[in-house]
């Protein structure tokens, strides 16, 4: 897939919301390929940063949803920016996270812009497990729409630790075994001891 650093519609649209004036776009469609291998993952990230995630003012267009409100709060326009972070219930999420990965000492470098398109340029393991984290969370409360359930604390630790295993069934010796521990580290351990 090209990218391109020329501006574009999609990228226009970005600046009638917040201050992105600044945002790197080449880095920005490669963050898109570097942080996952699952091709869902890549494209969930690259077709939200195009802001064509169907939500419900889209849906309710196409007559496949009854309202334009919000799945969550049921109270306001269910835009991009809404549903993932403004929402009382997604912001709650994202707060919840923030605080149980710092209190474990964790790296994440919380804010609208970071959630929306990750750190810009990481290389270190932890600002790309940074990055991770924020296309799961929101492919998390993605998810919970279309699934009809409420997000929760609870049960986005559990999608990360699903997340997780798909990446560690997948990895094979060498290079990339030795990047998926050195990435996801003492997170790996949290995440399989969620039971304990
Ligand atoms: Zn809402």
Redesign the pocket.
Known sequence: MKYSSIPTDKQDMWKLYQDTEDLQWNNIYKNCFKTFEEVKLRQFQYFFTQRITALNPYLFKCHLSDTE????????R?SIE??FW?????NFIWSSIDKWLSENGFYFPLSQINAFFGISNPVLPHEILANKLFVLCKCYLYACKYSNQIPSITGIKYYLRHKYYIEKNSVQFGNVFHNFYSIWGDLGTLLENLDA
């Open positions: 409100l919000c799945t969550f709060c049921n109270s306001e269910e809404h549903f403004t929402c009382p219930i997604s």
